[in-house]
């Protein structure tokens, strides 16, 4: 299987393509559009901040090659963000594959912490990618922004408030927590992503 990960100006694609690599999959980490178009599945990653993220993926015509993907994208922090339609991070207009807009999250007591740092459980699973996992499994998060609760929400994590810890559109997956760093749990949705 020929799976590619996205590569820009943003942090955590090592750690990706290293939780693939243990999956038995030797993914190719390109910007490449033709090997990217011809890729069976695409991993859009990120840890950055999104205007500046947003900046270089429109300079380098990557925004319009992301929304034009056929094929299953699975979008992971940032990545999830980016794929939205607006983010207070640097008030920055975002690809719009999900009609939703990225928020701050404000703490409202004293044990609130932002960024939401460390292991969640996420519930109200909706898509193919949490198949075999129990509602209310552990997975590892580390944000600072989220997005409501929508229409495309595919999993609800609660931290402050409800928010969408996973969102599923068409062809497009996106969790807000990192598989890559959430043991067996993110393993599983891995290997769901990659069996779509």
């Known amino acids: 299987m020929n799976v590619a990960i996205i590569k820009y100006n943003a942090g955590?694609?090592?750690?990706v393509d290293y939780a693939l690599r243990r999956l038995g999959i030797e993914p190719?980490?390109?910007?490449?559009?033709?090997?990217?178009?011809?890729?069976?599945?695409?991993?859009?990653?990120?840890?950055?901040?999104?205007?500046?993220?947003?900046?270089?993926l429109k300079e380098n015509q990557l925004d319009i090659l992301?929304?034009?993907?056929?094929q299953p994208v699975l979008g992971?922090?940032?990545?999830m963000q980016l794929m939205c339609s607006h983010s207070e991070e640097g008030d920055v207009d975002?690809?719009?594959?999900?009609?939703?807009?990225?928020?701050?999250?404000?703490?409202?007591?004293?044990?609130?912490k932002v960024p939401h740092m460390g292991w969640n459980t996420i519930t109200h699973l909706q898509s193919k990618l949490f198949e075999g996992l129990d509602n209310e499994e552990?997975?590892?998060?580390?944000?600072?922004?989220?997005?409501p609760l929508n229409e495309c929400?595919?999993?609800?994590?609660?931290?402050?408030?409800?928010?969408?810890?996973?969102?599923?559109?068409?062809?497009?997956y996106a969790t807000q927590f990192h598989p890559e760093k959430s043991?067996?749990?993110?393993?599983?949705?891995?290997?769901?992503?990659?069996?779509?």
């Open 183 to 196: 043991g067996k749990n993110g393993e599983k949705i891995l290997s769901n992503f990659l069996d779509l």
């Open 76 to 79: 992971i922090c940032l990545g």
């Open 66 to 70: 992301i929304k034009d993907l056929k």
């Open 94 to 112: 975002c690809l719009g594959i999900f009609d939703a807009e990225v928020k701050r999250f404000h703490s409202l007591q004293h044990e609130d």
């Open 12 to 15: 955590n694609i090592f750690s």
């Open 138 to 147: 552990f997975v590892y998060f580390v944000h600072s922004y989220y997005v």
């Open 153 to 172: 929400t595919a999993a609800q994590t609660d931290y402050i408030l409800p928010y969408s810890s996973a969102l599923h559109k068409d062809n497009f």
């Open 28 to 56: 190719i980490i390109t910007a490449d559009k033709e090997i990217l178009q011809k890729a069976d599945k695409i991993i859009f990653p990120g840890v950055g901040e999104a205007r500046n993220t947003m900046h270089y």
